[in-house]
C-alpha cells in the first residue's frame, strides 16, 4: 500500500482533531450498536460516553455527533 494511504472510504484527515465528515448510515450505527452491547454489556452506553466526550475534547466533533447517534441506538436496543 502506497506510504500515502490509500484505504477505501478512509479519511485524509491528519490534523489532530480534524473532523472526518462521514455521514453513516443508520443500518451501519444499528450493526454497530449491536456488537458495542456484545462486547461492553451493561457498561456499552457509559463507554460510549467517555468515546464521545474524548472526542469532544480532541475537537472532533463530527465524529462524536457519529458516537451520540450510537448511544441512541444502544439505548433503543435496551428497551426491549
Do not use: F
Not at 484527515?13 to 443508520?26: D, F, H, K, L
Not at 458516537?67 to 433503543?76: F, N
Amino acid at each position: 500500500m502506497p506510504a500515502t494511504g490509500g484505504t477505501r472510504g478512509a479519511s485524509t484527515a491528519t490534523e489532530p482533531g480534524a473532523s472526518r465528515a462521514v455521514t453513516i448510515p443508520n443500518a451501519e450505527i444499528d450493526r454497530i450498536a449491536y456488537l458495542w452491547l456484545e462486547r461492553h454489556g451493561a457498561t456499552a452506553v457509559a463507554e460510549a460516553r467517555r468515546m464521545v466526550a474524548a472526542l469532544k475534547r480532541d475537537g472532533d466533533i463530527a465524529s462524536a455527533d457519529s458516537w451520540l447517534r450510537l448511544i441512541v441506538a444502544i439505548e433503543q436496543r435496551t428497551r426491549w
